[in-house]
């Protein structure tokens, strides 16, 4: 397969000024141009989600929206992440999670993708209101959309190495960063228009290599080739030219937004450029941008994409094509008549019929793609194997949002699904992930519950400024959903505790220990004695303070509190600490656990080293404020090395750290908390240029040595890192 004509000065000198090209502007012209859709396509259309459409959404894990926010601004983005992100209400009605850029407002569309299926399920409706951060949506229209798009853009192949970016002049928003080598590389995009009587549409759209090309810094050029002859987003285009796009190029775990005008040409001179092995296109679409940026996705990097693992199972949901027969087979059966109906019900009911059908759709594709231009046309699924990684994402609901303090929230978390067991050892932390206007933001929170349970509770101290604790305390409630990693930390129990343990924290640096806590006390084979050393402003910041009263009273002779209030009492330092561990008469084998800002880690490091404890018995949690991580706006290279040998190579979108784009890319990246307070993730830079959120957990030393946390780190230039065993 060669491209013809494709020069920049075909594209530029070659077409003539955009502003004189032969516009179509009617219906007529578009149906003369590309004839007039079968009935049996629109009888493939059904009002409502029946069980085959219900089940291909329990088994999606992305999805393109398009939606118009409150402004009127159109908008087109990938949503989901997870298989059944979408929650079927009724046969009307489904609810998903969306964050960012403006609430929806009015008519919305979706187009469902499978990974690994070429056709996909598109979804049309309108908003009927928000929930929480659920948007829920009144369904008006769904049916299956053709394999033609995904088929040619090769999108669930093995990605293919992307053609330099056409070199280009002027000004406009296609010079923003990234944009032009984005755009040479992606093979798929979902377009979204919409009409003047209340509806919407998102369509895809897929060729090779670059589905959508540049003509200048201002103006992109669409194909559009044979397809069912709908042709839904040309007729929308004739009622309202505002549209939007989101672009994906295999492999990458960003997304390309695009926003602005278009209209429909069937210039001759511009046809030619888009000319497959001697065949133009019967039309193009010309987008006036407005607006074009190229940003990471959560939906693309949580549902792992362009790996193995991601691949529907084919056993679990219906042949897309099968399903668009029984919805044509439905709706045929309503018609005058109905004779097609019954006849399509009763073939469809024989033996290994939908497998027939796919082997004839098969062929079909593969036929009208080569008459269109195309090779090696390829309708099975081939994506890259997996490579190792560990510590995925768990999907959790809010149970319960229970408030300790005035400034302090515990979480209660279960399971989404089937619930499961939360085990880990006590004192170990988990990381929170959520949307926030967009973005996926993480914090890491130490458990305050006892492991093995079906419910996790994690307790959030609101800091002012805090972008995630404010969005925990302000924005969510019981029942919205949240992802957790974990659990990871070295700061817990030993699997055999001591007799003796002691326990001093300040603020919410009492949550690690709460959980240490309830387990022993929990344990009747357990008869450790525990003495808890607290630090708080003022007697109503005391978090757990019902709590601990009881558990002290309930079990006088393992546990003891102290309080020390800062207000009344001053800040614990060295002596004070001193003279209370001295008071406790600890033992030599007493364990201690510290928790709390680097102050009181100094004060209590000075205090047991002045009383002779060793090192290896005193056991440190420091916490460090969430700052957000660092970010850059231009996509950047990353290689992998270890061991001298390449492991791999990926862009890092903007918005993304160094370990989220190799982990989306399937790359084996170390990591466990992704907030920058265990060192796991730790890796040697080579080459480049990286900046980093402060603080974090390296020391000095290891800054000196050219060492970074990829979970905190955004690259500045082409970076190489090297994963080393420490």
Same mark, same amino acid.
């Given at each position: 397969?060669?491209?013809?004509? +494709?020069?920049?000065?075909?594209?530029?000198?070659?077409?003539?000024?955009?502003?004189? %090209?032969?516009?179509?502007?009617?219906?007529?012209?578009?149906?003369?141009?590309?004839?007039?859709?079968?009935?049996?396509?629109?009888?493939?259309?059904?009002?409502?989600?029946?069980?085959?459409?219900?089940?291909?959404?329990?088994?999606?894990?992305?999805?393109?929206?398009?939606?118009?926010?409150?402004?009127?601004?159109?908008?087109?983005?990938?949503? =989901?992440?997870?298989?059944?992100?979408?929650?079927?209400?009724?046969?009307?009605? *489904?609810?998903?999670?969306?964050?960012?850029?403006?609430?929806?407002?009015?008519?919305?569309?979706?187009?469902?993708?499978?990974?690994?299926?070429?056709?996909?399920?598109?979804?049309?409706?309108?908003?009927?209101?928000?929930?929480?951060?659920?948007?829920?949506?009144?369904?008006?229209?769904?049916?299956?959309?053709?394999?033609?798009?995904?088929?040619? #853009?090769?999108?669930?192949?093995?990605?293919?190495?992307?053609?330099?970016?056409?070199?280009?002049?002027?000004?406009?928003?296609?010079? =923003?960063?990234?944009?032009?080598?984005?755009?040479?590389?992606?093979?798929?995009?979902?377009?979204?228009?919409?009409?003047?009587? =209340?509806?919407?549409?998102?369509?895809?759209?897929?060729?090779?290599?670059?589905?959508?090309?540049?003509?200048?810094?201002?103006? $992109?050029?669409?194909?559009?080739?044979?397809?069912?002859?709908?042709?839904?987003? $040309?007729?929308? +285009?004739?009622?309202?030219?505002?549209?939007?796009?989101?672009?994906?190029?295999?492999?990458?775990?960003?997304?390309?937004?695009?926003?602005? %005008?278009?209209? *429909?040409?069937?210039?001759?001179?511009?046809?030619?450029?888009?000319?497959?092995?001697?065949?133009?296109?019967?039309?193009? $679409?010309?987008?006036?941008?407005?607006? #074009? @940026?190229?940003?990471?996705?959560?939906?693309?990097?949580?549902?792992?994409?362009?790996?193995? =693992?991601?691949?529907?199972?084919? !056993?679990?949901?219906?042949?897309?094509?099968?399903?668009?027969?029984?919805?044509?087979?439905?709706?045929?059966?309503?018609?005058?008549?109905?004779?097609?109906?019954?006849?399509?019900?009763?073939?469809?009911?024989?033996?290994?019929?939908?497998? &027939?059908?796919?082997?004839?759709?098969?062929?079909?594709?593969?036929?009208? &793609?080569?008459?269109?231009?195309?090779?090696?046309?390829?309708?099975?699924?081939?994506?890259?194997?997996?490579?190792?990684?560990?510590?995925?994402?768990?999907?959790?609901?809010?149970?319960?949002?229970?408030?300790?303090?005035?400034?302090?929230?515990? &979480?209660?978390?279960?399971?989404?699904?089937?619930?499961?067991?939360?085990?880990?050892?006590?004192?170990?932390?988990?990381?929170?992930?959520?949307?926030?206007?967009?973005?996926?933001?993480?914090?890491?929170?130490?458990?305050?519950?006892?492991?093995?349970?079906?419910?996790?509770?994690?307790?959030?101290?609101?800091?002012?400024?805090?972008?995630?604790?404010?969005?925990?305390?302000?924005?969510?409630?019981?029942?919205?959903?949240?992802?957790?990693?974990?659990?990871?930390?070295?700061?817990?129990?030993?699997?055999?505790?001591?007799?003796?343990?002691?326990?001093?924290?300040?603020?919410?640096?009492?949550?690690?220990?709460?959980?240490?806590?309830?387990?022993? &006390?929990?344990? !009747?084979?357990?008869?450790? %004695?525990?003495?808890?050393?607290?630090?708080?402003?003022?007697?109503?910041? *005391?978090?757990?303070? @019902?709590?601990?009263?009881?558990?002290?009273?309930?079990?006088?002779?393992?546990?003891?509190?102290?309080?020390?209030?800062?207000?009344?009492?001053?800040?614990?330092?060295?002596?004070?600490?001193?003279?209370?561990?001295?008071?406790?008469?600890?033992?030599?084998?007493?364990?201690?656990?510290?928790?709390?800002?680097?102050?009181? +880690?100094?004060?209590? %490091?000075?205090?047991?080293?002045?009383?002779?404890?060793?090192?290896?018995?005193?056991?440190?949690?420091?916490?460090?404020?969430?700052? /957000?991580?660092?970010?850059?706006?231009?996509?950047?290279?990353?290689?992998?090395?270890? /061991?001298?040998?390449?492991?791999?190579?990926?862009?890092?979108?903007?918005?993304?750290?160094?370990?989220?784009?190799?982990?989306?890319?399937?790359?084996?990246?170390?990591?466990?908390?992704?907030?920058?307070?265990?060192?796991?993730?730790?890796?040697?830079?080579?080459?480049?240029?990286?900046?980093?959120?402060?603080?974090?957990?390296?020391?000095?030393?290891?800054?000196?040595?050219?060492?970074?946390?990829?979970?905190?780190?955004?690259?500045?230039?082409?970076?190489?890192?090297?994963?080393?065993?420490?």
């Amino acid at each position: 397969m060669t491209w013809e004509n +494709m020069s920049t000065s075909a594209m530029s000198n070659g077409t003539g000024n955009s502003t004189t %090209r032969h516009r179509l502007t009617t219906v007529d012209e578009i149906e003369t141009l590309i004839g007039r859709p079968a009935s049996v396509i629109m009888l493939k259309q059904l009002d409502a989600l029946d069980e085959g459409c219900r089940t291909v959404l329990a088994h999606c894990p992305i999805a393109a929206f398009g939606y118009r926010d409150g402004d009127g601004i159109s908008r087109t983005t990938f949503i =989901g992440g997870t298989p059944g992100f979408v929650r079927v209400q009724s046969a009307k009605r *489904i609810s998903f999670s969306l964050t960012g850029s403006g609430a929806p407002q009015g008519p919305v569309s979706f187009c469902f993708l499978l990974p690994g299926v070429g056709e996909v399920l598109r979804v049309n409706g309108s908003v009927a209101g928000r929930k929480g951060a659920q948007t829920i949506v009144e369904i008006e229209e769904a049916f299956v959309h053709c394999a033609q798009a995904v088929l040619r #853009a090769r999108l669930w192949q093995p990605p293919v190495p992307a053609v330099p970016a056409v070199a280009i002049e002027g000004v406009g928003p296609l010079f =923003g960063p990234g944009v032009a080598e984005f755009l040479a590389a992606a093979p798929f995009l979902a377009l979204s228009s919409w009409d003047s009587s =209340g509806g919407s549409d998102t369509s895809p759209r897929g060729d090779r290599q670059a589905v959508a090309r540049i003509v200048d810094g201002h103006t $992109l050029v669409i194909p559009d080739r044979r397809g069912n002859k709908r042709a839904d987003t $040309l007729h929308n +285009m004739l009622l309202d030219d505002q549209l939007s796009f989101a672009a994906l190029v295999p492999g990458r775990s960003g997304v390309l937004h695009v926003r602005g %005008r278009g209209s *429909i040409t069937d210039d001759p001179a511009l046809l030619d450029t888009l000319t497959l092995r001697g065949m133009a296109p019967h039309a193009a $679409l010309l987008i006036d941008v407005e607006a #074009a @940026e190229v940003v990471g996705n959560d939906a693309v990097v949580r549902s792992r994409l362009w790996t193995s =693992g991601a691949l529907v199972d084919r !056993s679990a949901v219906p042949d897309l094509m099968g399903l668009a027969g029984k919805h044509l087979a439905a709706n045929a059966a309503t018609t005058k008549g109905g004779l097609s109906g019954f006849l399509l019900n009763a073939i469809g009911a024989i033996p290994g019929s939908t497998r &027939l059908v796919r082997l004839v759709m098969n062929w079909a594709y593969r036929s009208g &793609l080569t008459k269109e231009g195309y090779e090696d046309i390829e309708t099975g699924r081939r994506l890259p194997g997996d490579r190792e990684t560990s510590n995925l994402v768990r999907e959790v609901r809010i149970v319960e949002m229970r408030a300790e303090t005035p400034t302090t929230v515990t &979480l209660v978390l279960e399971d989404v699904d089937r619930p499961g067991s939360f085990d880990f050892r006590a004192g170990q932390f988990f990381t929170l992930v959520t949307d926030i206007d967009g973005r996926p933001e993480r914090r890491a929170y130490s458990a305050s519950s006892a492991p093995g349970a079906t419910r996790l509770e994690v307790t959030v101290k609101h800091v002012a400024g805090g972008r995630f604790s404010t969005h925990v305390h302000r924005g969510l409630r019981a029942g919205d959903q949240l992802a957790v990693r974990g659990p990871a930390g070295s700061f817990h129990l030993e699997p055999q505790p001591p007799d003796q343990i002691v326990l001093v924290a300040a603020g919410s640096g009492v949550t690690p220990m709460m959980s240490i806590i309830r387990t022993q &006390l929990a344990d !009747s084979a357990s008869r450790a %004695r525990i003495a808890l050393l607290y630090s708080s402003r003022c007697e109503e910041e *005391i978090i757990f303070a @019902e709590q601990l009263a009881r558990l002290a009273k309930d079990n006088p002779e393992r546990l003891t509190v102290t309080h020390v209030l800062t207000r009344r009492d001053g800040r614990l330092d060295a002596d004070g600490i001193g003279r209370w561990v001295t008071d406790l008469s600890p033992a030599e084998d007493t364990h201690y656990y510290v928790c709390g800002p680097e102050p009181l +880690m100094d004060a209590v %490091r000075s205090a047991v080293t002045g009383l002779g404890v060793p090192e290896e018995l005193v056991h440190h949690e420091l916490y460090l404020s969430g700052t /957000d991580t660092a970010e850059v706006t231009a996509p950047q290279e990353m290689t992998v090395e270890q /061991d001298g040998n390449l492991v791999g190579t990926v862009v890092v979108e903007p918005g993304q750290t160094l370990l989220d784009a190799g982990l989306a890319a399937g790359l084996p990246m170390p990591y466990s908390c992704t907030v920058g307070n265990c060192g796991d993730c730790m890796v040697k830079l080579r080459g480049g240029d990286v900046t980093q959120s402060e603080p974090n957990c390296l020391t000095p030393q290891q800054k000196a040595d050219g060492f970074i946390l990829t979970c905190v780190g955004c690259p500045l230039s082409k970076t190489t890192l090297e994963i080393t065993d420490l």
